[in-house]
C-alpha cells in the first residue's frame, strides 16, 4: 500500500510514521491546523487500522471537516505527520457532479489513464445504479446522485474512503437505504473508512469504532462491540446511544421525556 505523506515535522516523524503506516491505514501525529491563529486542530493523534470502519463525532466546528479535507490531500497548510494511503477517495454531502457530463462521464473524472465506460458502469452496476449510465445529473433524485458519487469513489479501488456526512441532505426513508448501502459496499471491499457525522444512530449503525471530536483533539472513543447486521430496537444499541450522546452533551432524559 502506498502512501502519502503530508508534512512531517521532522526526518525522526517521517520514519516513525512510516513504521507505524505498516500496522495502519492512516496516521497522524501531533497534527496541528490553524487559522488566523486559532488551532482548530490541536496537536491530535490518530490511526485507522486497514479495513476499520471508523464514526467521527462532535459539534459544529470542532474540526471533523477540517481532519477530513487534511486526509483527503485537500489541505496541506499543517504542522505534524499525516500518513494516508495513496489510494483515496472521499465522498461529500453535496455529490458535486459535472452537470455538462453524463453520470457515466462523472464517475470517470478525474482517473488516470483513459478508463473506457465498461469501468464505470461496472461501478455503478454495485451501487444499484446502472439504469441511469446515460443520465444527465439534474435527472437524478438526491439518493440517486449520492450513489454517483459514491460510484466514483469506489472506481478508484481505494484503501480509505473518506465520508463527509453524505446522507446530511437525504430525506429518511433515503437515508437509510444509503447508510444501508455504505455498510454493504464497506463489507464487499474490505477498505478502511472514516464517515464524519453529527447522527449519533448512524456512527453505532456503521462503525466499528466511534470517535467524538472537540476543541480540536479526540475527546472520546467508543468500540462498537455489536454483531452485523445491527438492530436499532436493541437495548446495547440504545445504551450505546445515549452514552455517546451524553459525551456530546445531549440531555438524554430530556429526550426520552
Given amino acids: 500500500m502506498a502512501t502519502d505523506v503530508h508534512r512531517p515535522v521532522s526526518p525522526q516523524a517521517t520514519q516513525a510514521g512510516q513504521a507505524a503506516q ?3 491505514a492512516v ?4 497534527l496541528t491546523r490553524s487559522f ?8 491530535l493523534h490518530l490511526d485507522v487500522r486497514p479495513g476499520e470502519f471508523v464514526a467521527l463525532l462532535g459539534r459544529s466546528g470542532c474540526g471533523k471537516s477540517t481532519l477530513l479535507r487534511i486526509l483527503a490531500g485537500l489541505d496541506r497548510d499543517i504542522e505534524g505527520t499525516v500518513l494516508v494511503p495513496r489510494r483515496k477517495a472521499v465522498a461529500f454531502q453535496a455529490p458535486r457532479l459535472m452537470p455538462w457530463k453524463k453520470v457515466w462521464r462523472n464517475v470517470l473524472l478525474g482517473l488516470p489513464g483513459k478508463p473506457g465506460r465498461a469501468v464505470a458502469e461496472q461501478a455503478l452496476k454495485e451501487v444499484g445504479l446502472d439504469h441511469r449510465t446515460d443520465a444527465w445529473p439534474k435527472t437524478l433524485s438526491g439518493g440517486e446522485a449520492q450513489r454517483a458519487s459514491l460510484a466514483r469513489a469506489l472506481v478508484r479501488e481505494p484503501d480509505l474512503l473518506l465520508l463527509d456526512e453524505p446522507f446530511g441532505a437525504l430525506d429518511a426513508l433515503t437515508r437509510i437505504k444509503a447508510q444501508r448501502l455504505v455498510g454493504e459496499l464497506w ?3 474490505g477498505c478502511a473508512v472514516l464517515l464524519v457525522t453529527h447522527d449519533v444512530e448512524e456512527a453505532v449503525l456503521l462503525a466499528d469504532r466511534v470517535l467524538v471530536m472537540d476543541d480540536g483533539v479526540i475527546a472520546h472513543e467508543r468500540r462498537i462491540d455489536l454483531d452485523r447486521p445491527r438492530d436499532i430496537t436493541d437495548p446495547r444499541f440504545a445504551e450505546l446511544r445515549a452514552g455517546l450522546l451524553e459525551r456530546l452533551g445531549v440531555d438524554t432524559a430530556a429526550e426520552a421525556a
Avoid: E
Fill in 22 to 24: 505498516t500496522a495502519q
Fill in 36 to 43: 488566523d491563529g486559532r488551532a482548530v486542530i490541536d496537536r
Fill in 187 to 189: 463489507q464487499r471491499r
Fill in 27 to 30: 496516521h497522524v501525529a501531533g
